[in-house]
């Protein structure tokens, strides 16, 4: 690593011009904190420092984004190599203060929360790509460059399996550092309770590792679902589990059947706990220009051997699938198969809801929702909606208070719940004032009516959760405040709050 007294001659460079950056004749008044940052940056890691119109520039910004909304364009990119280039990245933003947005697998869709305009610059993990299986196979470590698709594929010729996202191309350390809801979650919990060790930078630059019981035991937990306003993440150390094969697949249903589909979600809420190899995603799949509706459910069941007990409601006689993939193979054979079927690329929006588990609650999203969708957004261009409905056992939150809390601190004594997803795809910026404001006004409208009847949840998901909504105001008050002093302790200049400003800050909250 070069000395950071280097930001002199980077400062010389940005006013010469020299490094291949714009060629306009540069006077000091046009130096930004953000060109000066870049010039240290290219005068110190020319190959992994990026400018505008150059392939790789290019590749980081506007192909490695769910949403077409997450494309931006920073001043420049710099993809460091290893945790001592992370370090110099954060030291470099802080001496020449400026604003910087860190991106994983940039599956989030919320602008500016994974990138950032020409007033700053993006930290690019792609290069933090390692995947390493510790001696005994029992912990597997993860750059922050994966996305899950890789670490199963990883981990397949080996039986195991890690507790991560159930679409390939999700980024490990957003949904990690949120949480993440996984296949395997019924029984493990939060993908973050299988976190064994953290490697990060913190914001004075030192690089620390931090488990249960050492010294960072406090930013162990914090990290466990308190986001991005502690550190960046260099290495996640997960435990892995035995699970060479699994029976998984996707099922559809015609729209005719939507009560009993509704019985059947409903009931797998209500039940699911008794058997916590069991799993569904049961998605309601709608496309208002046509007035067209799909039913549908992902099955998964961690075992060789089936058990058809939690998914009877959702199979002949009781629902009549027109398509059923359920079948025993690899989760990454199913994973990869599911992520071609669904392209980065769109405009995306999410929201995020919660309710207890209750057959009228279900109702009251399902009818408003596609009532609201149908009857106002069939004119908007290729749009495409989903709505999710994920039922959380009991089993899955009392496993994380096992495994030594969380901050996320669901209350266990009013599960199961629903945590629920709306999404919204479309494919004109014109349209994205409109889709914005529907998905705030449909879902102030679905929480009213849930809340009027008693059935509201209190914790919403962040991973899931849109632009606006408030994510750490809904976890335990004594949560919150312990997360508020973890971050004054590891990070009193709030550079992880100011500096980096895109993400929920446990701060503002
Ligand atoms: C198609 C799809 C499927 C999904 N499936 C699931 C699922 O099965 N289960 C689930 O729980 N969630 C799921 N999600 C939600 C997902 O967990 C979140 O979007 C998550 O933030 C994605 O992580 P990422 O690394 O791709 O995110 P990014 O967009 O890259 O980052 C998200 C946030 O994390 C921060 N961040 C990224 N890397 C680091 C780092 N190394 N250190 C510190 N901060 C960092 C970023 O600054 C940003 O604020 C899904 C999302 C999509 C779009």
Redesign the pocket.
Known sequence: MKPLSAIAIAIAFVTSSVYGAPTEAITTTHITSAKVACALFHFTYPNHTFYPNSSAYIYETQTQ???VT?YAGPQCVFVPQNAQQVAFAVSSMVLSQTQF?????????IPG??NIDSSGVLLS?TN?SSLALSTDKSVLSIG?GN?WVTVYNFLQPYGLCAIG???G???????L??????FYSNQYGF?SDNVVKYE?VLASGLIVEATATNTYSDLFWALKGG??SF????RFDVKTVASPEVWVGLAQYDSSQKTKYLDAVYNFGKYGSLDSKAAIIPTIVSFPSLNTSVYTAAKFYDSLVNNAAPFENFTTPQLFPTVDTYALQPLSGYITLIDSL?PDGPR?Q?TVMSSIVDRNALEIVHDTFLLEVFTQLSSISGLQTSLTFQPITKEFIQQGISKGGNPQGVDISKAPYFWMVENWSWSNSADDATIYAFSKSVTDNINAQLKAKGLQGTYL?M??AGAGQQIFQNYPTANLARLKSIRAKYDPLQIYTKL?P???KVLNA
């Open positions: 984004y769910w949403s997450d947005a860190v991106r994983g697998g940039g599956h989030m869709p929360y994974n993990t933090l922050p996305k996202g159930r679409v191309g999700v980024g490990v350390p957003g949904y550092l949120g949480g993440g809801i996984s993908a990060c986001g991005n550190c960046i993440v260099t669904q995306q999410f998901y991973n899931d980096m895109g993400g929920w």
